[in-house]
C-alpha cells in the first residue's frame, strides 16, 4: 500500500509508471521519504531472520526406517517454503511407505496441536501416568493427580500467549522422537520431562518425578493424510484425540434423533424416512446418513454413554451390521473403571 503510485498522482502499467489523470494526495518530498523508509527496512536484519527460520524438529523426526527427516526449503515468486525431507529420498537410497516430504509447518502444528490435546484430555492423562507410575515406594499422594489435571489444563489455555521460545523450548524438552509413518504419526513424549514442566519446582512431585526418569516413553498418535496436487503437498490431520463430552454428545443426539424417525415409521406416523423428511423439512442428506444409527445394539449405545471411546461420528457411521451381535464398538486402550 506504501509502494503505490496511486497516492502520487501516477498509474502503474506492467513495469512503467505513467502521470494519471487524478490528483496525488501525497507530495513527492514526502513519497520519497517514505520510499527511502522502506528501501532501508527491507535490507538487513530482518530480511536476515526471515531466510534463517529454524525448524522446530529438527533432528527428531525420522521414518519407520530410522531414516531422518531433514529441514529443506524451496522458493516461489518470493515466498519461502519449508519441508521436511526424508534423508532415504536425498541420498536416493531404497526407502519405506513412508511420505518422501512433508510441510514443516503442517507437521509442526499438527504435533503441537496433539500434545495440546493430550494434555486437556484427563482421562487419557491420567492413565498414561497411572499406567507407569505404580511403584509403591514412590506412589503419589492422592492430591498428586488432581493437580497434574489442574497443571496442565493451566499450560494448554496459556499456551497462545506464551513466549514463542517457551513454546519451543517446552515442546524439544518433552519430544522424544517422531515417527513418520504411512498413516499416521507417533509422537514419543518424555513423562519425566512432562511432569517437570508441569510440577517445577514443586517438593510433593520430586520422588515422582525421579520414578519417572527410570519409566517407558509414552506414545500418542496422530492419523494424517499426506496427499499430492499437482507440485504442492498439503498434510491433512485427522482428529486422533480421545473423543471429548461434546463429540460423544453428537453421537448421541444422532442415534437419539434416528430411534426417533424409526419409531415413528414403525408406529405408523410416517410411511419412511423420505415421509418425515418432507414433514419436518430437515435436511435430506444428514437425516439419510445418521438413519443407520437406530439399529445400534443396546450394548454398543450403552458402550458410548459408558466411555469416552476413540472414534468419530463419521467412523462410528461406516461399518453398523444389521446383526447386533456383529457390532462391536471400540473402545479405548486406557478406560478408566
Not at 2 to 26: A, M, S
Not at 47 to 58: G, H
Request: contains cysteine.
Amino acid at each position: 500500500m506504501l509502494r503505490n503510485p496511486l497516492y502520487l498522482g501516477l498509474i502503474r502499467h506492467k513495469t512503467e509508471i505513467y502521470p494519471g489523470e487524478h490528483v496525488g494526495v501525497i507530495d513527492r518530498v514526502t513519497w520519497d521519504k517514505a520510499q527511502s523508509l522502506l528501501n532501508q527496512n527491507t535490507h538487513g536484519q530482518r530480511r536476515k531472520e526471515r531466510s534463517a527460520q529454524p525448524s522446530l524438529f529438527t533432528g527428531i523426526i525420522f521414518d519407520v526406517g530410522d531414516n531422518r527427516y531433514s529441514p529443506t526449503h524451496s522458493s516461489k515468486n518470493g515466498c519461502r517454503y519449508r519441508y521436511y525431507t526424508s534423508r532415504a529420498v536425498i541420498h536416493k537410497t531404497k526407502r519405506p511407505d513412508s511420505p518422501a516430504r512433508i510441510p514443516a509447518p503442517s507437521l509442526e502444528k499438527a504435533v503441537t496441536e496433539r500434545i495440546l490435546s493430550f494434555l486437556n484430555a484427563p482421562s487419557e492423562l491420567l492413565a498414561v501416568l497411572k499406567d507407569s507410575l505404580l511403584d509403591e515406594e514412590n506412589a503419589p499422594s492422592s492430591g498428586f493427580y488432581p493437580a497434574i489435571v489442574e497443571r496442565a489444563a493451566k499450560m494448554v489455555k496459556s499456551w497462545k500467549p506464551r513466549p514463542a521460545p517457551d513454546r519451543d523450548h517446552f515442546l524439544k524438552a518433552v519430544i522424544d522422537r517422531i515417527v513418520v509413518q504411512a498413516e499416521h504419526i507417533e509422537i514419543r513424549l518424555r513423562l519425566a520431562a512432562i511432569l517437570h514442566e508441569l510440577l517445577g519446582p514443586d517438593p510433593a512431585g520430586q520422588g515422582v518425578q525421579a520414578a519417572a526418569k527410570f519409566l517407558p516413553i509414552a506414545s500418542v498418535t496422530c492419523p494424517f493424510k499426506h496427499t499430492d496436487s499437482g507440485r504442492a503437498l498439503r498434510l491433512v490431520i485427522a482428529n486422533d484425540r480421545v473423543s471429548n463430552d461434546r463429540s460423544r454428545q453428537l453421537i448421541l443426539r444422532a442415534i437419539a434423533l434416528a430411534r426417533y424417525w424409526y419409531q415413528r415409521i414403525v408406529d405408523g406416523e410416517a410411511k419412511c424416512l423420505n415421509d418425515i423428511i418432507c414433514r419436518d423439512d430437515i435436511d435430506a442428506s444428514h437425516a439419510k446418513k445418521i438413519f443407520p444409527l437406530a439399529f445400534l445394539s443396546p450394548s454398543s449405545t450403552q458402550s458410548i454413554l459408558r466411555f469416552n471411546t476413540d472414534f468419530t461420528l463419521k467412523a462410528l457411521l461406516a461399518n453398523i451390521p444389521m446383526e447386533w451381535s456383529r457390532q462391536t464398538i471400540p473402545l479405548p486402550l486406557h478406560s478408566l473403571e
